[in-house]
């Protein structure tokens, strides 16, 4: 199955990779600054990724009626990597190379990332990601803008093992069968180790992509939760596979009460394909909810609606993580005073902007962003409500301290040192 | 103007006392006053004080919080309640309340500590419920929360029960507070575990999971773990059968996907590769049915959507068949690439009507929950789609073997040309046959929207296993479709407990390529001259 679906998306891509020639866009005038935009909108992934597309659209044409970066009008290229990883690639280097765009703001899944990064090194370009992931890279050419697990997977560990979130201690970790789910929870399964949780306690699940038949495997945490314990289930599952989970636990009648399900990959979006109303009380840890309260978000939405024209289109995480993204880059430039990436890259550290949640991400070292923690439990309404949140923000943790192997590495990339894999113990830069 | 003040102040006197001493008269102010904070801590006060309180208006309250319909009026700094229709009333006195503006509501946050304290109070509280039903409700919910402070009130309406069923949920709830109470008598608590071990279910064996890591070496841990091992050894059998059951509903999923293929591609030999993208119309079609239909009719939207998404699938089979396949009988390569290529582009094409979002189909009341039936929880839905996977499995039989129409297509499936000699119009026919295909696969996305993504993606998933399903049974017979379903879907989910879903899979598709090394035409093949051509 795996096979024929990777062969699907391959011709897929083909296909619509030959119809998308949006790089039409290029034969305007010189003196406009192109802006790549490297988002599936057709394929499995389009349905994270289309929306995504439409905040930088909004992005750029809002910075363009501010008059532009540096007296320059900003111009979106989008293409179509359908989905595909190796197209992703392809594109990529169709964007630098060929539409000469100054930056790219892409890609979803960790594959499609490690897929471009070759690309963007060879070429000297700056990439965006808005994703939380598993951590475990840092690139000259990258900023992450999405959360490292101690930004995301930790926190919401720490919340269910508190008095608040019901003191758990018995732990389900369930996830889809690729890199993210496996790295975070060996990271997890780590932490739980040295918060003194016992082998027995902690139940590790795979499951295939698009897994849609969860009978055999909610049964299971049904058991696994009825041993006297307070237990959790900590989800890493991806994309498609969530809603027919989450049903399965509705009419199973597994209730929050019972045994909360924490989730990070599922957002405001994906929840507006489901009935939200047996869900209730099953959490969700992002740094970003569209339900928060305050006015810069409240302002923010506002304008979203606006420029969708659809008052109930949702905003979520990664796209907030694209709006601090495109504000920095921004600042960078005029910091700068160039387009130039590699100039730009060396302006990005240090530059700070507004997060939509009323606080200050600050770019770091480490090519990752300060972020707040929120944990939020799912509303009837398919809003997330937040329980909890961090005091601060939280610096990412890119090479995780409780893996062997990336204990000893840190990230680096101010000059002299300038690396991304520094081995602290010994002094040398990779790894 | 002296005594117009004086009277002013003596007014102004009287309303204060007045409306002090009400407030020392009525706890249920003070309670509500610790609504106003919407903090946690404050809120679980409030709903422990409520549960006590035996104000009229407790159990509404509760629920209202519960459900997110608890707001602070913030102009007059009052706790009001909506319900279901969304008229708002006063929490202290019940009444309807007036001159509320919406703008000033705030919800009264809750989290899942709160909504654990909230279904154990209103437990607490309907335990005096007129209504049986609903006492043993109240006696779940104390069983689930088994806290010390709601013995006297189990006690209580357990002395004045005359119903059966509610006493013996009483008497569980009851053992479930005594088995984990260090200073209950011991007596009491070994009766306890008897009465859970008899209950039997995955509740009483956290239970005595719980008691038999807590209490010390003695009578009570061994009876403890006596009972641990009964539960665990009856749950053990139950399991073997809650496994046979996910695989019969595994199956009647893989039976409804898989036979409108069986019978394109055993009629007429097409390998259609859009079959997933018919599922997905008919998945789709159930959400235009549920977005137009009124909410009055619900209910029913099912009912709509499967005539309907036969239509709307047939229609798009026969418009497949007219424009591309038609064109390509005998070259299965290129049908197989050209229907791919219209899977595509139907795909694109819902992605561009509808959104590349999941839609979002709600499960009619009937088809939502689970019944339990000894130790096997039946998960309404999936039983439902058992019943029509048999039913669309016996009215397919019924059209091939009882119509004229059924006779034509079973002798263009044996013998095309021969079929074509005896004057039927097999092009007429494999337009018949691929529209009744497709159509099928419509209905089964109606069945497979209330369990899965309604999204563009949607058929993908199930291609692949349903031509699994159709090789194994074996080309052009239903009975084989059915067969080969039921061995999957059985086998999958036997597997899944012990290797996981991932290697599940494997297994099985290591199986079928042995399988079909060792039986090329599958489980039921074809016989005759015509086949070997």
Not at chain 1, 53 to 59: A, E, G, N, Q, S
Not at chain 1, 88 to 103: G, P, T, Y
Not at chain 2, 148 to 158: Q, T, Y
Not at chain 2, 245 to 262: E, K, N, R, T
Request: hydrophobic fraction near 45%; charged fraction near 20%.
């Amino acid at each position: 199955m795996s096979f024929s679906r990777r062969f699907m998306l391959r011709a897929a891509g083909a296909l619509v990779g030959g119809a998308v020639a949006l790089g039409a866009f290029a034969a305007k005038a010189e003196d406009t600054i192109k802006i790549g935009i490297l988002h599936s909108l057709s394929g499995t992934m389009a349905i994270s990724e289309t929306t995504l597309k439409d905040v930088m659209l909004m992005l750029i044409d809002e910075q363009n009626k501010k008059g532009g970066v540096l007296g320059k009008k900003l111009e979106a290229v989008v293409v179509d990597p359908a989905s595909n990883w190796p197209l992703f690639a392809e594109k990529a280097r169709e964007l630098i190379a060929k539409d000469k765009v100054s930056v790219v703001f892409g890609c979803w899944t960790s594959v499609s990332r490690k897929s471009v990064l070759p690309v963007f090194q060879e070429l000297d370009s700056i990439l965006f990601y808005p994703v939380q992931y598993e951590g475990e890279e840092s690139q000259r050419n990258v900023f992450y803008t999405g959360a490292a697990p101690n930004q995301q997977a930790i926190p919401a560990v720490d919340y269910l093992m508190s008095a608040d979130g019901g003191s758990v201690k018995r732990w389900v970790l369930e996830g889809t069968d690729y890199v993210y789910p496996r790295t975070t929870n060996k990271i997890l399964a780590a932490y739980l180790k040295s918060k003194g949780v016992a082998d027995e306690d902690v139940l590790v699940n795979y499951t295939p992509f698009g897994f849609s038949d969860w009978q055999t495997e909610v049964t299971k945490i049904k058991a696994f939760g009825s041993a006297g314990k307070k237990t959790a289930v900590v989800s890493t599952i991806n994309g498609d596979a969530n809603v027919p989970f989450y049903k399965e636990l509705g009419n199973q009648g597994i209730k929050a009460t019972d045994i909360p399900v924490v989730a990070f990959s599922v957002g405001e979006e994906e929840l507006a394909g489901l009935d939200t109303k047996p869900l209730v009380g099953h959490l969700a840890a992002w740094n970003y909810f569209m339900s928060i309260d305050t006015p810069e978000n409240k302002a923010w939405i506002e304008k979203w609606h606006a420029f969708t024209k659809n008052p109930k289109r949702t905003f979520n995480d990664p796209m907030e993580a694209h709006v601090i993204g495109f504000n920095m880059w921004v600042k960078a430039v005029e910091k700068a005073g160039s387009f130039e990436p590699d100039k730009v890259i060396d302006a990005m550290i240090g530059v700070s902007t507004e997060n939509l949640t009323g606080g200050l991400s600050t770019m770091m070292p480490n090519h990752h962003i300060t972020k707040p923690v929120y944990i939020g439990e799912i509303q009837a309404d398919g809003q997330l409500n937040t329980v909890w949140q961090t005091p601060g923000t939280v610096v990412a943790q890119e090479w995780s301290p409780y893996l062997e192997g990336s204990r000893d590495l840190i990230a680096d990339w101010r000059k002299p040192l300038s690396c991304g894999n520094l081995n602290v113990k010994t002094g040398k830069c990779g790894g | 103007m002296t005594l117009a003040r004086l009277f002013a102040a003596l007014f102004l006197f009287c309303c204060l006392a007045a409306a002090s001493s009400a407030a020392r008269a009525d706890p249920l102010d003070d309670t509500l006053g610790l609504f106003l904070d919407d903090k946690f801590p404050q809120t679980e006060k409030a709903i422990g004080q409520l549960a006590i309180s035996g104000a009229p208006t407790g159990t509404q309250i509760l629920e209202a919080l519960a459900d997110n319909r608890l707001f602070i009026d913030k102009a007059s700094k009052t706790i009001v309640f909506k319900n279901a229709a969304g008229d708002i009333f006063s929490a202290k006195t019940g009444e309807k309340a007036a001159n509320i503006d919406e703008g000033a509501l705030k919800k009264v946050r809750v989290n899942n500590g709160l909504r654990s304290a909230i279904d154990a109070a209103i437990g607490s509280m309907t335990l005096a419920s007129p209504d049986p039903a609903k006492r043993v409700a109240g006696a779940d919910a104390v069983f689930k929360s088994h806290d010390p402070k709601d013995l006297p009130a189990v006690d209580a309406a357990l002395a004045k029960e005359k119903d059966q069923h509610a006493a013996q949920a009483l008497r569980q709830a009851r053992a479930a507070i005594l088995v984990l109470s260090a200073d209950a008598p011991e007596a009491d608590r070994l009766a306890a575990v008897g009465l859970l071990k008899e209950r039997g279910d995955q509740d009483a064996q956290g239970l005595l999971d719980e008691l038999s890591q807590k209490a010390g070496e003695g009578p009570l841990k061994a009876a403890a773990l006596a009972g641990l091992a009964s539960i665990k050894s009856r749950l053990a059998l139950w399991d073997i059968v809650q496994n046979l059951w996910y695989g019969l509903s595994a199956s009647s999923v893989l039976l409804l996907a898989a036979i409108g293929l069986a019978i394109t591609f055993g009629v007429m030999g097409v390998i259609n590769m859009a079959h997933g993208e018919m599922v997905m119309l008919g998945a789709y079609s159930t959400f235009i049915v549920q977005s137009l239909l009124p909410p009055a009719f619900a209910q029913w939207s099912l009912a709509v959507a499967i005539p309907l998404a036969f239509v709307i699938a047939g229609c798009m089979g026969i418009l497949i068949e007219r424009l591309v396949i038609r064109y390509l009988y005998g070259r299965p390569l290129e049908t197989l690439l050209a229907t791919w290529g219209v899977s595509l582009v139907l795909q694109q094409l819902v992605r561009t009507i509808f959104g590349a979002n999941n839609r979002q189909v709600v499960a009619p009341t009937f088809m939502s929950g689970s019944i339990e039936v000894g130790g096997l929880s039946i998960t309404t839905g999936r039983l439902w789609i058992i019943v029509l996977a048999i039913a669309v499995f016996t009215a397919l039989q019924l059209v091939l073997r009882a119509t004229s129409f059924g006779l034509r297509m079973r002798a263009v499936t044996q013998n095309r040309r021969m079929a074509a000699a005896m004057g039927i119009s097999t092009g007429r026919i494999d337009m018949l046959a691929f529209g009744l295909g497709s159509g099928i696969a419509g209905i089964a996305g109606v069945a497979l929207s209330q369990i899965d993504n309604v999204s563009p993606n949607l058929g993908q998933g199930y291609i692949i296993d349903s031509f699994m399903v159709v090789v194994l049974g074996g080309v052009g017979n239903l009975w084989g479709t059915l067969l080969g379903a039921l061995t999957l879907g059985v086998a999958n989910k036997l597997l899944e407990p012990f290797v996981g879903a991932v290697l599940g899979k494997i297994i099985l598709l290591v199986f079928i390529i042995l399988f079909i090394q060792k039986r090329p035409r599958g489980l039921f093949a074809l016989k005759g001259r015509a086949v070997e051509t």
